[in-house]
Every structure is written in C-alpha cells, then in structure tokens.
C-alpha cells in the first residue's frame, strides 16, 4: 500500500493549508462582525423607509401631530397611500379630522368594490384639494358633489331603470391623498381602475407637482426605488440601510429642519432642488392618464384648482401647469372643471373661505363651490348617459343599436 503523503514534510502543502485556514478564520471574524451589527442595528435603530415616504411623513409631522402621522403608509409605486381605517379626533390638528380612510383606503363611507346594478359611480383622483385637508370628510367636495346627485330632481327621473331600490343612484368616491403628483396619481389609477369600476373620472393634479423637495423628480424616485434590484436585495439588512442613510442624507431628511425648507420652498421655490414634477413630464402624466381612460372607454374631467393668489386674480405659478390641463383637455376633447373661475367669479367671498395661513386647502364653503362646478360640468355627461340608458331599455330583445 502507497503511504499517503506527510503535509508537515511538504513545505507546499503545509502553506497552503496554513492559507485555507486563514481565509477560513477570517471569513468567521467577518461573519461574527456583521452579525453582531445588524443585531445591534435591528435593537437600536428603526429600520428606514423610501425617500419619498419619509419626506411626506416628516411633512405631516411638522404640519400636524403625531397621531396624524399615522394615517400614511409605504407604497412602491406611489410611494404612499392612506392607511384603512383611519380616524383623528384631535382638537389641536386644523388639518386632519374626523374619518380620514375607510376599510378600502379611501376618504369616503363604506362602499363595496363590486358597483350596485344601476349605480353610477364616479371616482375623483386628486391631491390633498381633493381629499379635504382642513375640512371634514362631509365638507369635501366629492361627499357634496354626491349629496347634490343623489338629492337631484332631474336626475332621480332619468335614473338607470336597473338601480335597485336600496342602491344609490350615484355613488361618489373620493380617492384623494395628500401630497400627490400627477406622477402618484398616474400610478394610482393604474393600480385602482380595473379595481373601482368607474363611470365617470375627476382627475385634479398641479398643486404638488411644481413643488421642491430635493433635487430629485418624483420619477427619478420611482425609477431608484425599480432598478437596483441588487441594492434592494441589500437592503434587507438594517446594517446596510443605516450605512445608505448616512450616505445619501437626502433619502433621510433632518426632520424639523427639512420640513421647515420644503415648506418654505411652496412658497419660494429653491432653486438648487428640483420640481417634483417639471412641466414637460406633467404633461406626459396627464396624456397617460387620459390614455387609461380612454382605453376604458371612461370620460374624463380634468380639474382646475386655485390657490388663493388665483382665486384673488392674482399670479401663480400653477398658471403654467393649468395651461397644460387645457391643452390636453384642448386637444382630446375632454370636459373642463374650472373650479379657479368659479372661485374668481365669486371674490371676495371665495378668498376668504380658504383654511387659516393656507393658500390651497379651503373650509366647507369653499368645498360648496368646487362641488356646484363639478356639478355643472358633469351633468350633461350624466344626461347623456341616462338617456342612453332609457334607450337601451326600451329597445326590442335581439335589436342591435346603431
């Protein structure tokens, strides 16, 4: 029988055992070293969130209170999105009160997903203009749209012949979030057409899109958050999170301080950050939002909302982005709600329903006037529909309209 070799007689197998057992004790001091700090990270730090969600959260912080910010949650797509179930009753928040999200995540009553036989349903996308900051969920202007539909003389008469008599004849939701770009929304409704079933659509961007944050577009956030798979995957370790968050400050903004220059930059835009969205991409936005619909064969409305310079007559800065609604709407033939005209045609009563040291948000009275002119526009839509509807039901079985 053949001796097998001595590795102590054999300097090169002696050193390269000697190497493997090197590499090997080095590999387990690296492993005890990492897994004692993402033990110590998981124990001593909470675990960091997407840029954008941590921004809105910082926001609703320094504008609200705490328990406001719980209303908010991380989405992938859109960043955020309303939590379910969310209700605030503090005394001291003139921004968030009373029922902010039902079971479906959304500021409305309880509704169900599958639409009542002979319901109309309209879904009003939108911003915090939309979802009612500063006001009640019954002040907002989708729940008063509602209550004008459904209490309408001519519209009970020219009701869908297949309602069910406990259904409503219309149903209004409002899918409003606060702090939404025509980028969210776009995302939004990609997430929720299919889902809502819709009849009619509201779609109200602008009031965030030309905002300052830092000097990243939403899309470029978007666009982060999908590409690095690899860093996603890494980022599963608190570890790793807290080394990003210290290189990229930007994704973890210092809370008060932060807020404070996002704030001040809706008013005064800083120059060395970036609009969420800069112009040419809203308009991207909203083509593709009209695109969505008009594959459902859904009208759109597209909503035009002033601030409080505009209700008053006065510049702002949304004048560019509103041109961009009324060239698309221009160009496709959409409906218009020109909720600025309205507000301009009733100063100065208008300017004064506006939320105490805010220029967007506005109080119940304010609400009233979107609603009449949201009322005004889609009516003749719905008197369209209703007598389609009629017509369909009066014709013979098997006859094939023309």
Known sequence: MTALPDASRNPVSHQRLSVQRKLLFSAIVCCLFFGTLEVAARLTAAKPQDGRFRQIRELVLFLGTQESDLMLEFDPERFWKLRPNIEINDPGNSYWQGTVSNSLGFRSPEFTLDKPAGTTRIVCFGDSSTFGIGARMDDTWPFQLDEQLNSSFEFAMTSDPR????????????????????????????????????????????????????NTTDAEHADRLQRFSLRQTLLRSRAVQLLDAAVHPLNQPASQEWAASATNSYFIPNDNWTQRVPLDAFHSNIEQIADLCAAREIPLILVLWPDQPLADGRWSIRLDYHEVLRDVAAQRNLAVADVTAAFQQNRPWSVQSYVPNDIVHVNRYGNQLAAMETLRVVSPLLRDRAADQQLAAHEPAGHISR
Not at 193 to 209: E, G, M, T, V
């Open 163 to 214: 309602r069910e008599g406990s259904s409503p004849r219309f149903q209004v939701i409002n899918a409003g979030v606060p702090g939404y770009t025509s980028h969210q929304g776009l995302q939004h409704m990609r997430q929720e057409l299919d889902r809502l079933q819709p009849d009619i659509i509201f779609a109200s961007y602008a009031n965030n899109d030309f905002w300052t944050w830092d």
